[in-house]
């Protein structure tokens, strides 16, 4: 028996045709921890004390640690849910990306990011999908909400 790596597949693959608007997909809860800050700052090289410096938090009236906007959009990346592994080989490409930051993120809250897919426009060989996000912490909280549009293989 040979291995074929091609066949490796956490979802089976659907084409363009075969999404519908309305459909929502989900990706795993994630709580932000002091190493997801950590790495985050490391990689951003963002050292504004507001990410970091807990006595200066603590001076502006907030609880904890507080993410940067985009530390918290990371956790819509479409390649942590189901849906790009749908996708497959048919994306090419992400090609826009809105995003509104409505409630703080801090130490310690869990988020729950949702991809609710809102267009679906064909042209002759690629079509576009555009999905409304949805990130909301452990409490209900809508703390970030906007569109990403993905290219894709007909």
């Not at 999404?19 to 790495?39: D, K, L």
């Amino acid at each position: 028996m040979t291995f074929d790596p091609t066949r490796h597949q956490t979802h089976p693959t659907r084409p363009f045709d075969d999404f519908a608007i309305g459909e929502v997909f989900r990706a795993p809860s994630r709580t932000m921890t002091e190493g997801v800050f950590a790495a985050f700052q490391a990689a951003s090289g963002d050292n504004h004390p507001i990410h970091y410096d807990r006595a200066y938090l603590q001076r502006l009236g907030h609880r904890d640690l507080m993410a940067h906007g985009y530390q918290t959009l990371i956790q819509a990346a479409i390649g942590a849910a189901p849906l790009a592994h749908q996708m497959g080989e048919a994306l090419i490409g992400f090609v826009e990306q809105s995003a509104r930051f409505l409630a703080p993120v801090y130490c310690g809250d869990t988020l729950y990011p949702a991809f609710t897919i809102t267009a679906l426009e064909k042209r002759s060989t690629t079509g576009t999908m555009t999905l409304a996000i949805t990130i909301h912490n452990q409490d209900g909280v809508l703390v970030c909400d906007g569109h990403q549009t993905y290219l894709m293989r007909l």
